[in-house]
């Protein structure tokens, strides 16, 4: 099953992240810039997020595909066994 980019999924996620970032970040030191290691650790913990929620979604929809195809076929057998 291909995984479609959804905007609005991506956006939810950084907005998420970002409450993250700060909170951890929030001390009284002046911030001194990202070496390329915590940044790299940084993209890598927010692309791992993105990931997760999207397969998460993904999950979600299957389930719920499965669910109403499996009321479908009990609503056929029904109607099949009155018949």
Do not use: C, H
Not at 20 to 45: D, G, H, M, V, Y
Request: hydrophobic residues 40%; positive net charge.
């Amino acid at each position: 099953m291909p995984v479609k980019f959804d905007a609005e999924e991506f956006a939810s996620a950084l907005r998420q992240v970002k409450p993250i970032a700060s909170a951890l970040s929030a001390n009284p030191q002046p911030k001194a810039p990202l070496t390329t290691e915590e940044w790299q650790q940084s993209e890598e913990f927010r692309l791992r997020l993105i990931s997760a929620r999207t397969k998460l979604k993904l999950m979600r929809d299957r389930s719920d595909a499965l669910r109403d195809s499996l009321q479908r076929f009990r609503a056929q057998q029904g109607t099949a066994n009155r018949a």
